[in-house]
T-cell receptor
Framework: KQEVTQIPAALSVPEGENLVLNCSFT??????LQWFRQDPGKGLTSLLL?????REQTSGRLNASLDKSSGRSTLYIAASQPGDSATYLC???????????FGKGTTLSVSS | GAGVSQSPRYKVAKRGQDVALRCDPI?????LFWYQQALGQGPEFLTY????????KSGLPSDRFFAERPEGSVSTLKIQRTQQEDSAVYLC????????????FGQGTRLTVV
């Protein structure tokens, strides 16, 4: 059974720092991996999608990498801002494409 | 609409009551997912539709939970005889095609069973 783990569970940084969020998964037979952001009381906002054949994706200050063979992904946030404060969720799509399996998330707090 | 729409946004149900939660996916999206998210946890998979076909319902926690998508667009998640442990946010997501397409989520329905 696929399990997704996110470390750390919580992170507090001052504004301007670069930071890395980690995601690991136990079964490398995935279709893709997607990073989401969730603000309190809100739904999930898609940040980046990496297909299983890709190594990384970039969007603005965000860069996500994927090492499928080792079952790891990282989300790099450059020059963090208070508006980046949220919970970040990693999810892998099973090979059949029928489910996204989520980690429990990393709650990020960026102080000004 | 432009995004995935869920209704109602909030629902309070008395224990034992039946509830129905609605999801309007992005127009033309083939795949539709339902998730349950408890407070402080990641979303847990409930069920998956490809058009009107329910291809995976392995995450439904009991036979009190039932989902349908009769015409391949709008979906309804029904919970019969609600219990306190059903209190959670129920999220719906859709993606354009089966497999590797990006998934987009709605705002969720917060269900509180009292």
């Amino acid at each position: 059974k696929q399990e997704v783990t996110q470390i750390p569970a919580a992170l507090s940084v001052p504004e301007g720092e670069n930071l890395v969020l980690n995601c690991s998964f136990t079964d490398s037979a995935i279709y893709n991996l997607q990073w989401f952001r969730q603000d309190p009381g809100k739904g999930l906002t898609s940040l980046l999608l990496i297909q299983s054949s890709q190594r990384e994706q970039t969007s603005g200050r965000l860069n996500a990498s994927l090492d499928k063979s080792s079952g790891r992904s990282t989300l790099y946030i450059a020059a963090s801002q208070p508006g980046d404060s949220a919970t970040y969720l990693c999810a892998v799509r099973n090979q059949a494409g029928t489910a996204l399996i989520f980690g429990k998330g990393t709650t990020l707090s960026v102080s000004s | 609409g432009a995004g995935v729409s869920q209704s109602p946004r909030y629902k309070v149900a008395k224990r034992g009551q039946d509830v129905a939660l609605r999801c309007d996916p992005i127009s033309g999206h083939v795949s539709l997912f339902w998730y349950q998210q408890a407070l402080g946890q990641g979303p847990e998979f409930l069920t998956y539709f490809q058009n009107e076909a329910q291809l995976d319902k392995s995450g439904l926690p009991s036979d009190r939970f039932f989902a349908e998508r009769p015409e391949g667009s709008v979906s309804t998640l029904k919970i019969q005889r609600t219990q306190q442990e059903d209190s959670a946010v129920y999220l719906c997501a859709s993606s354009l095609y089966t497999g590797g397409a990006e998934a987009f989520f709605g705002q969720g329905t917060r269900l509180t069973v009292v």
